[in-house]
């Protein structure tokens, strides 16, 4: 059995003034995920005696990081520049299996600076309001499944 392994991939952002622009920044992403987590709500106890289960909601967040690019190109500097925008997201593992996310994000800006002299990344911790589409795979290591 194959499992994915992630990049050479997508990270892109709509962006400009009509969110038409599609801008990949893979080129400076050091390491992507989309992570999940799950509440349960508390039991519902009924006037017979019985219980109900409350909903299961889940969240969903882009975790990434990334390099400390503070231009105007650079994701760091696009979040700084555009703190608490909602913008559309795609996240592609591996572009050779097919398999992607596409959501709306919350962009949060990331912590900037480091240790002086070194080159610098920074996480991006961003919230997908709502459940991002996802398309399964097509392939896995680049071969049918």
């Known amino acids: ?41 508390d039991k519902i106890e009924l006037l017979d005696g019985s219980t109900v289960a409350d909903a299961t909601t889940y969240e969903y967040k882009l975790k990434a990081e990334v390099l ?16 608490g925008e909602i913008i559309e997201c795609e996240f592609v593992p591996n ?15 990331p912590k900037v600076g480091g240790k002086v002299g070194k080159s610098e990344t920074t996480t991006i911790d961003w919230d997908f309001i709502g459940k991002p589409k996802f398309t399964a795979a097509t392939k896995v290591g680049g071969e049918a499944p």
């Open 95 to 109: 572009t050779a299996d097919g398999a992607k996310f596409v959501g709306n994000v919350r962009i949060d800006p």
């Open 1 to 41: 059995m194959k499992a994915l392994t992630t990049g050479p991939g997508k990270l892109t952002l709509k962006t400009g003034s009509e969110r038409s622009v599609a801008v990949d920044y893979a080129a400076q992403v050091t390491s992507a995920e989309i992570s999940v987590s799950s509440k349960t709500g």
């Open 68 to 83: 400390q690019n503070l231009s105007a190109k650079g994701i760091a500097g696009y979040a700084h520049e555009h703190p």
